[in-house]
C-alpha cells in the first residue's frame, strides 16, 4: 500500500509563493515518476507538473511553465512543489501521485498514476 501525504497549502496573495511537498512511503519511492495535478471548483483534475524517477526530467503544464518548479528528494522520499508569482488562477486543491510504471520518463496523463496523495488547498487571493 502506498501512501502521499501532501503538505504546504494554504491562502497566499497574488504575487506571492508557496512550497508544496508530498511525502511518500509503502513503495520504492526512487524507482517510480511522480506528479503534481490540480482540481479547481467545477473544474476537471489537470496535469500541473511531472518528474521523472531520476529527477533528471521533468514536465509542466504550460500556465505554470517559468513559475512553478517540482523537484524530489530520494532520500527523504519527498517530491516537491515551488510555486512563485502565483495567480488567482492557480486557486485549486493540489494533489501529488505516483506513476504506476517504474523507471519511466514524465507523462502528463492521470491514467498513468495509481496512486493518489489526499490533496491540499492553495487559494490565492487578489
Known amino acids: 500500500q502506498v501512501q502521499l501525504v501532501e503538505s504546504g497549502g494554504g491562502l497566499v496573495q497574488v504575487g506571492g509563493s508557496l512550497r508544496l511537498s508530498c511525502a511518500a512511503s509503502?513503495?520504492?519511492?526512487?524507482?517510480?515518476?511522480m506528479g503534481w495535478f490540480r482540481q479547481a471548483p467545477g473544474k476537471e483534475r489537470e496535469f500541473v507538473a511531472s518528474?521523472?524517477?531520476?529527477?533528471?526530467?521533468?514536465s509542466y503544464a504550460d500556465s505554470v511553465k517559468g513559475r512553478f518548479t517540482i523537484t524530489r528528494d530520494n532520500a527523504k522520499i519527498t517530491m516537491y512543489l515551488q510555486m512563485n508569482s502565483l495567480k488567482p488562477a492557480d486557486t485549486a486543491v493540489y494533489y501529488c501521485?505516483?506513476?504506476?510504471?517504474?523507471?519511466?520518463?514524465?507523462?502528463?496523463?492521470?491514467?498513468?498514476?495509481?496512486?493518489w496523495g489526499q490533496g491540499t488547498q492553495v487559494t490565492v487571493s487578489s
Open positions: 501521485a505516483a506513476d504506476r510504471t517504474p523507471y519511466g520518463g514524465t507523462r502528463l496523463r492521470a491514467y498513468n498514476y495509481d496512486y
Open positions: 509503502g513503495r520504492t519511492f526512487k524507482s517510480y515518476p
Open positions: 518528474i521523472s524517477y531520476s529527477g533528471a526530467s521533468t
